[in-house]
T-cell receptor
Framework: AQKITQTQPGMFVQEKEAVTLDCTYD???????LFWYKQPSSGEMIFLIY??????QNATEGRYSLNFQKARKSANLVISASQLGDSAMYFC???????????FGSGTRLSIRP | DTAVSQTPKYLVTQMGNDKSIKCEQN?????MYWYKQDSKKFLKIMFS???????INETVPNRFSPKSPDKAHLNLHINSLELGDSAVYFC????????????FGPGTRLTVT
């Protein structure tokens, strides 16, 4: 079974609009962590944001915020005021328990239109 | 200064050859990883080392052998290369395992002809 599901293979958004990238996860471990990474066309993987399962508040990092809904097992990434440079692949990922292993979703390709 | 570096960036080779990819991190991290990203962009962990000790070994053909001479280096050696090995290989490191974010190298694009 898929542990991390990203249902949007691709998205187009107008510049300056906010965008939400969906991510749902599946785990029975009460302790887990959720990550979002960005992969621009140049290929590098860039860490964006982290949410721990016991964190009381949604994580935020600049224009990035993570909409964490534990009961729904969703961890959507919200990018406010999108910019052309936000065009990239975005990956949601999860760590279960204290394991070092991170499992990645299939990614969403985000394209920002000028 | 580059935090996680990999060499080479591109590697083109023929089936049956043996090749190595080197990875170094200067972040003082304890844990290092190798990932494979296929042509559909799917990213999957292959190996992880913590302080030179192998802690994750996914279902990877034994033609792939990681080696960690010290905690700042994690190399990947691949024997008898096959067409299906063509992919982008990423090295990553984290302060420790678990909740700490992983910092990725620039990737090595391996093409087997």
């Amino acid at each position: 079974a898929q542990k991390i599901t990203q249902t949007q293979p691709g998205m187009f958004v107008q510049e300056k609009e906010a965008v939400t990238l969906d991510c749902t996860y599946d785990t029975s471990d009460p302790s887990y962590g959720l990550f979002w990474y960005k992969q621009p066309s140049s290929g590098e993987m860039i860490f964006l944001i982290y949410q721990g399962s016991y964190d009381q508040q949604n994580a935020t990092e600049g224009r990035y915020s993570l909409n964490f809904q534990k009961a729904r097992k969703s961890a959507n990434l919200v990018i406010s005021a999108s910019q052309l440079g936000d065009s990239a692949m975005y990956f949601c990922a999860m760590r279960e328990g204290s394991a070092s292993k991170i499992i990645f979703g299939s990614g969403t390709r985000l394209s920002i239109r000028p | 200064d580059t935090a996680v570096s990999q060499t080479p960036k591109y590697l083109v080779t023929q089936m049956g050859n043996d090749k190595s990819i080197k990875c170094e991190q200067n972040l003082g991290h304890d844990t290092m990883y190798w990932y494979k990203q296929d042509s559909k962009k799917f990213l999957k962990i292959m190996f992880s080392y913590n302080n030179k000790e192998l802690i994750i070994n996914e279902t990877v053909p034994n033609r792939f052998s990681p080696k960690s001479p010290d905690k700042a280096h994690l190399n990947l050696h691949i024997n008898s290369l096959e067409l299906g090995d063509s992919a982008v290989y990423f090295c990553a490191s984290s302060l420790k395992g678990g909740s700490y974010e992983q910092y990725f190298g620039p990737g090595t694009r391996l093409t087997v002809t």
